[in-house]
């Protein structure tokens, strides 16, 4: 048995299968060490096993949120997420080794206080993905080839509210005009899509270097999911009219288009002597792919009551760097066996696009673990991670969210050529985001793991 808790290197838990927090960065794991899980960083591990080995998982994150903005306030939000992962590798013979995964990694959540008071930016959800992955491995005395193919669905479940006051809107709120970020002229949106299979398959492949007994070298590379530059996922809307314009549900569908990441994973793997080895890791994601989410709404409803066709909510990742390094006991069949890591992460928002959603600044984690083989073949073990995301404060001269911008827009008869116009094509007029924001992270991994 196996049981593992992992700290997080990068934030936006779904953005691709690489980023889980529970996995890559965690204790035992990593894309030169032989461990079921990690199949998607590196398919080359399915090689380094010398028999058959069945795996199964539960994995959890917990977030501490901060948000102190001058219309909502401090709050505080608490969330967490499970996960469950299963996994099969499987030696053939001395030449190919085979791996199969099946995993609902832990979703990432679209933070917001339970008053609304965020409402502009969030009313809550989250993104959760189920991945089925069969690999393939070839190995020869010095080296191990691996190529995946992970078959996934993505669901999306997002709410928030539109501003319908920065459309022009002259309707009023209680007898006189609503102005910003007023919650009579909320237009609420909850959305409920998913991808399909075939549209959402991910390729992976990589390679492990054995440069002496005791040194390993890995690397994985990862392309975006899709056979397309953009995602798509359809499904439900539900859209709540503004308490100023009666307030009734109308519902329809929409597809939702993004794009989501290439990756690559890293990690060296050296013996510093009979009892410990050192491991040191590394992660790159193109995340500057993730701008925004992209929304249609569509259906004879939503037309009648003049739903905007096209609704731009923006994301504003730019590509991050993660390293990682420790040390841990080797597995020779010992009863216990321990280690740890420590671990940095670059900014994969910049400040001015930092809002309750993408609180993804700069990160510093630590990581302990430790495995028990209670019983010929069987082991158990346990990892606590944490990630702390460094604070940021972000004036109203800094945040790329004003809107300002679209106000400005509509005066300016939505000439595209003006810089306000643009913030507002790309979704940045939406809401304001100034303010401060903190974020902590937990993460834990339990799990059953028998060797034969």
């Known amino acids: 048995m196996f049981l593992t808790v992992a700290g997080a290197l990068v934030a936006p838990a779904a953005a691709s299968p690489r980023s889980d927090p529970t996995l890559g960065t965690a204790v035992f794991t990593g894309a030169a060490t032989q461990h079921p899980t990690s199949v998607t960083l590196n398919p080359a591990t399915v090689g380094l096993g010398s028999g058959t080995t069945v795996y199964l998982g539960a994995t959890a994150t917990i977030d501490q949120v901060g948000a102190t903005t001058p219309v909502a306030g401090a709050q505080k939000v608490l969330s967490g997420s499970p996960g469950l992962d299963a996994a099969l590798s499987w030696r053939v013979s001395d030449l190919v080794a085979l791996g199969i995964r099946a995993a609902s990694p832990v979703a990432e959540t679209f933070f917001a206080p339970s008053d609304n008071s965020m409402r502009f930016a969030s009313l809550g959800g989250r993104q959760r993905d189920y991945q089925f ?10 080296v191990v080839m691996g190529l995946a193919f992970t078959l996934g669905r993505s669901n999306i ?11 022009g809107s002259l309707m009023p709120c209680d007898n006189a005009p609503c102005g910003v970020a007023n919650p009579l002229a909320a237009q609420d949106y909850d959305l409920d899509v998913s991808s399909s299979i075939v549209s959402n398959i991910a390729v992976s492949v990589g390679t ?7 040194i390993y070298i890995g690397l994985g590379y990862h392309w975006a999911p899709g056979f397309n530059i953009a995602s798509s996922l359809t499904g439900e809307l539900r859209v709540k009219q503004p308490s100023n314009n009666g307030g009734q549900i109308i519902t329809g569908s929409a597809e939702l288009t993004t794009s989501y990441p290439a990756g690559i994973d890293a990690e060296v793997r050296s013996e510093i002597n009979p009892r410990w080895e050192a491991h040191l890791g590394g992660r790159w994601l193109d995340l500057s ?26 994301r504003g990742f730019d590509d991050s760097v993660a390293l990682w390094g420790g040390v841990e006991e080797i597995d020779r069949g010992n009863p216990l066996r321990f280690g740890a890591r420590i671990g940095f992460e670059t900014s994969s928002v910049t400040p001015a696009r930092t809002t309750i959603t993408t609180i993804a600044g700069a990160t510093l984690t630590a990581q302990g673990g430790g495995q028990w083989r209670f019983a010929p073949g069987w082991s158990v073990a346990a990892h606590y991670g944490f990630t702390y995301y460094l604070p940021r404060t972000i004036s109203s001269d800094a945040t790329a969210y004003r809107p300002a911008d679209a106000l400005a827009c509509s005066a300016a008869e939505y000439d595209y050529t003006l810089p306000a116009c643009q913030a507002t094509r790309d979704g940045y007029a939406a809401y304001a ?10 993460s834990l991994r339990i799990g059953l793991h028998y060797d034969y």
């Not at 992955?133 to 010095?142: D, G, I, M, S, Y």
């Not at 492990?208 to 005791?214: E, L, M, N, Q, W």
Request: a positive charge; zero cysteines.
């Open 289 to 314: 792919r993730l701008s925004a989410f992209d929304i249609r709404p569509y259906g004879a409803e939503l037309r009648k009551a003049n739903v905007p066709e096209w609704i731009q909510r923006a």
């Open 133 to 142: 992955t069969p690999a393939v491995a070839f190995r020869t005395q010095r």
């Open 433 to 442: 985001a100034e303010g401060t924001y903190t974020r902590l992270q937990h």
């Open 157 to 167: 479940k997002y709410k928030f509210s539109r501003d319908t006051a920065l459309d």
């Open 208 to 214: 492990i270097v054995k440069v002496t007994p005791g």
